[in-house]
């Protein structure tokens, strides 16, 4: 069991199968975010988040909240449970998620109207959409020696 500041399952996940290591540099999926956090780039990374992982022989099982609202953008409620194993080589896992209030911004796109005195792109307007979200990530890989291959759903 684990508390504190911790990473959500859906983003373990991609670390684990991500055949790039989640880079932020070169992975695709580890570029954008959103996939780590359930559909909500800001809800990758929780504050004060309760994890509970139980392990027995090649099966695992792992359940993730929030405990109260986050700091800042992050989501009122927040829960994920995970199962998967590992046989052979092969490791499957099951990410399921759901989250209410999640908070996403993104800067205003090009041509959004704006009065004249505020036309300096230096104002860093931002829009900002509140979500709730479902996530489901199935997640595999197989290892022969040195060789991987990886599959994210």
Do not use: C, H, W
């Amino acid at each position: 069991m684990t508390f504190g500041r911790q990473g959500a399952l859906t983003s373990d996940g991609v670390v684990a199968y991500d055949p790039l290591g989640s880079s932020a540099a070169f992975s695709p999926i580890g570029f954008q975010g959103a996939t780590g956090g359930g559909g909500a780039t800001e809800d990758r990374i929780l504050d004060r988040a309760l994890k509970y992982a139980v392990s027995y022989g090649g099966f695992r099982a792992v359940v993730e909240t929030s405990i109260g609202a986050q700091d800042g953008a992050g989501p009122r409620t927040f829960i994920q449970g995970q199962v998967g194993g590992d046989y052979l080589g092969l490791s499957v896992d099951a990410v399921v998620g759901k989250m209410t209030d999640a908070v996403t911004s993104a800067p205003l796109p090009v041509g959004t109207v704006l009065p004249a005195t505020l036309i300096n792109p230096g104002n860093g307007f931002v829009s900002g959409t509140v979500s709730d979200n479902t996530s489901v990530m199935l997640l595999a890989k197989y290892a022969y020696g040195p060789a991987q291959a990886f599959r994210r759903l």
